[in-house]
């Protein structure tokens, strides 16, 4: 697995808390590992490098063509011109949300359906429609 202490932000409950085996979540309840009330159950997912790369590469490419349509913006480029990016960006974030759904479905969601936790096709039904407007 990748390890990534260098690029990503320490999550909540990183440092001494974690370190006596207690964790501080977003809404600032704490309690034994693995023990947190609902509302602090984040759910996680560890990534093999390669797929870490390519989203991290992805989403790259993405914040450059963002900061150029912000760009074309400050230097008063023409509507259309600004418009043709915008749909590049979204056709960039489609193309990101496929890759990670793909994934999803061939890790997370096999992986439960075969332990028998099929909620999870439940939190997928929940979830196409919005990735299909």
């Known amino acids: ?48 490098e390669k797929e870490y790369k390519d989203l991290i590469n992805r989403l790259s490419r ?10 074309m913006l400050e230097e008063n480029a023409y ?11 979204n056709a960039a974030l489609n193309s990101f949300n496929k890759v990670l759904l793909s994934n999803h479905l061939q890790t997370c969601v096999t992986e439960d359906i075969r332990e028998g936790r099929e909620e999870k096709m439940d939190e997928l039904l929940k979830i196409l429609p919005k990735l299909m407007k």
């Not at 909540?12 to 370190?19: E, F, H, L, R, T």
């Not at 993405?62 to 760009?71: H, K, L, P, T």
């Open 62 to 71: 993405i914040e450059g063509q963002v900061r150029g349509v912000r760009r």
């Open 1 to 48: 697995m990748v390890d990534r202490k260098d690029i990503d932000k320490k999550e909540p409950g990183a440092g001494k808390a974690a370190q006596e085996g207690t964790e501080k979540c977003c809404c600032g309840n704490s309690g034994e590992k693995d023990v947190l009330p609902d509302c602090c159950r984040h759910k996680t997912k560890e990534r093999s």
């Open 79 to 89: 509507c259309i011109d600004i418009m043709t990016q915008v749909a590049a960006v």
